[in-house]
C-alpha cells in the first residue's frame, strides 16, 4: 500500500501552510525528545557529562531548542520533497490540513506497534549471538538500578522514535529518492525506493558507531555489530515509511526502544 499523495512533479503547488504546520508539530516533538534523552546519554557516558560546566537543565533546554530548529527545517524540507515521491506524514496531513483524514484501518498502526516489537526481539537474538565476541567494555554504562535505568530508557526511546525518523526518513531517505527523480524525470522504481531504505539504514548504524566505539572501543567487530542491529531496525523503519507513512515508523521506532531500553533492563534486574 502507497500513500495518497499529490502526482509526480506537483510538489511545488502543494499547499506550504500545511506542511509548514506539520513541521513546526514535528520540531515542537522532537525539541522535547532531545531534550528528554539527556538522562540516558548521562548514564551511558557520566564522565563526559561530569566535565561540562553547564547545569543538566541547561543542557536539555538548549539540545531541545536546537533539535527544534534543525528539526523542523529537515521535516520542512522532506514533506516538500516528499510530494512528489507519495512519502510523508498522513495522519498529521490529515489532521492539520485538507487532505482527508488517514485511514488507520489501512495504516494499521497497532501491526507498526507488533512490528517494532519484534525488530526488538531480533536485535536482542543477534546481540545475544555477538555480543561475547565482544572486547571488555572501555567505558562500562553507569548502573543506576533496573528501575532508573528502564526509566531513563523509555524516556530515550522517544528520541529514536521521533528525532531519529525525522532525520533519516522524512528527511535523508526522501532526499535520496528526490535526487534519483529529478535525474531520472520520473517515478523512482521500487527497486530505488529499496536502495534508499538501505543506504538510509546503514547510515543509521553510523549514527551509533561513535556511543558503541564509547563503550566497547572501534574495532571491526563492534563496527560489524552496530551496523547489523542498527541497520535491521532501519529497514523495516525505512519500509514502513515508504508504505505506510512517517507515524507508522515513529510508532515502530518507539515500540522497539523501549523494548530494548526500557523493558529489557527491568527484566533484567527482576531476574534472579
Not at 101 to 127: H, Q
Not at 215 to 233: E, F, I, K, P
Not at 238 to 264: I, N, P, Q, S
Request: with cysteine.
Amino acid at each position: 500500500m502507497t500513500l495518497p499523495a499529490s502526482a509526480p512533479g506537483t510538489a511545488g503547488t502543494a499547499p506550504w501552510r500545511t506542511d509548514l504546520r506539520i513541521s513546526v508539530v514535528w520540531a515542537m516533538l522532537a525539541g522535547l525528545a532531545a531534550a528528554a534523552v539527556l538522562p540516558y546519554l548521562v548514564q551511558m557516558m557520566p564522565g563526559r557529562f561530569a566535565r561540562l560546566s553547564l547545569s543538566l537543565p541547561a543542557l536539555a533546554l538548549l539540545q531541545g531548542l536546537q533539535s527544534t530548529l534543525l528539526c523542523g527545517v529537515l521535516a520542512l524540507l522532506g514533506l516538500r520533497m516528499g510530494h512528489r515521491l507519495h512519502l510523508g506524514s498522513p495522519l498529521l496531513r490529515g489532521w492539520l490540513g485538507s487532505a482527508p483524514p488517514a485511514d488507520l484501518e489501512t495504516l494499521r498502526p497497532w501491526r507498526s506497534l507488533g512490528l517494532g516489537v519484534v525488530t526488538a526481539l531480533a536485535v536482542i537474538a543477534l546481540s545475544l549471538l555477538v555480543d561475547p565476541l565482544l572486547p571488555e567494555p572501555v567505558h562500562p554504562p553507569q548502573e543506576l538500578g533496573s528501575g532508573a535505568s528502564a526509566l531513563n530508557g523509555l524516556l530515550a526511546s522517544f528520541y529514536g522514535g521521533i528525532v531519529e525518523e525525522l532525520q533519516l526518513r522524512l528527511f535523508l531517505m526522501t532526499l535520496l529518492l528526490w535526487i534519483v527523480a529529478r535525474v531520472q524525470r520520473r517515478q523512482p522504481r521500487p527497486g530505488v525506493y529499496w536502495m534508499a531504505i538501505v543506504t538510509a539504514a546503514l547510515l543509521f548504524g553510523i549514527g551509533h558507531l561513535p556511543a558503541a566505539g564509547h563503550v566497547w572501543g572501534l574495532d571491526a567487530l563492534v563496527v560489524l555489530r552496530t551496523l547489523l542491529l542498527n541497520g535491521v531496525a532501519g529497514v523495516v523503519f525505512g519500509w514502513l515509511y515508504w508504505k505506510r507513512g512517517l507515524e507508522m515508523a515513529v510508532l515502530a521506532h518507539f515500540a522497539a526502544d523501549v523494548v530494548l531500553h526500557a523493558l529489557t533492563p527491568l527484566l533484567s534486574g527482576a531476574l534472579p
